[in-house]
């Protein structure tokens, strides 16, 4: 995975509403295991966003794998899954089971593969014995394990995933942060929960839509819990 963000600003409206939320981001990111953190409105989720074309920049441009984002979104999406903060907005079907398999309801694949994966899936997060319960009924955790199973069904070679946590007990937390810790894909996770990152390549510091620092986890939450005590 090759992710380039040359000269990249993003800035939301027009006119006297006009506001910038990414200045002049110049990245280029290839490990596995990449950490976003930053206050607040910092601009993470605008940056994530971008990865697989969801917003555009404003000024610059933003590579994966050498395709523009944007001109080549859908292509890009195809290598990219992407998990949302609030699992509520990613479960599309009524049972668990059925949620896992919509994403790959365009793929051709035989049906028996399709039941392979999505078995495999609930039972590598647990779920295997809630197929066929309603996903809305699932816990908060539960959820979370879901939208992200949804997502690695479609067998995505990088996934980017923003404050997947956020909701979740520490429990749950920590759960999520094994199961990616085991993942197979690159990953970018825009987290507040600092300690996901322990075992990361690299953590970059967004502060006021500015890249402010670019370090290992140590040196990077270091800078960061410095930047917050100001
Ligand atoms: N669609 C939008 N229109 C206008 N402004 C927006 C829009 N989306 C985000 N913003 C603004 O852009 C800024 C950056 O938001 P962004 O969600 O990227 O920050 P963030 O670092 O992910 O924040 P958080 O940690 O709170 O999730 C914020 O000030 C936000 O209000």
């Not at 992710?3 to 990249?8: F, L, M, N, P």
């Not at 955790?141 to 949804?150: D, E, M, N, V």
């Not at 825009?190 to 300690?195: A, P, R, W």
Request: glycine share 8%.
């Amino acid at each position: 995975m090759l992710i380039e963000a040359d000269h990249v600003s993003h800035t939301y409206g027009q006119g006297p509403t006009a506001r910038t939320v990414l200045q002049d981001l110049n990245l280029r990111i290839e490990e596995r295991r990449v950490g976003i953190v930053g206050h607040n409105g910092s601009g993470k989720s605008t940056f994530a966003r971008m990865i697989n074309g969801l917003i555009v920049p404003t000024a610059g441009t933003l590579t994966v794998d050498g395709l523009s984002t944007a001109s080549k979104a859908k292509e890009i999406r195809k290598h990219v899954g992407f998990v949302f903060t609030d699992p509520d907005n990613q479960i599309i079907m009524p049972t668990v089971a059925e949620d896992i398999a919509f994403g790959l309801r365009r793929s051709k694949l035989p049906k028996e593969v399709v039941a392979r994966r999505v078995d495999a899936l609930l039972e590598r997060f647990g779920l295997a014995g809630h197929a066929d319960h309603p996903a809305h009924l699932l816990s908060g955790g539960q959820k979370q394990l879901l939208a992200l199973a949804s997502v690695l069904v479609t067998e995505p070679d990088i996934l980017v995933m923003d404050e997947p946590t956020t909701l979740l007990d520490l429990r749950n937390a920590r759960i999520i942060g094994e199961v990616v810790a085991g993942l197979d894909q690159s990953v970018l996770l825009v987290t507040h929960h600092l300690n996901l990152l322990d075992d990361f390549d690299r953590v970059l510091v967004f502060d006021e839509g500015r890249l402010v620092a670019d370090d290992s986890p140590a040196a990077a939450v270091a800078y960061y819990r410095e930047l917050m005590a100001v």
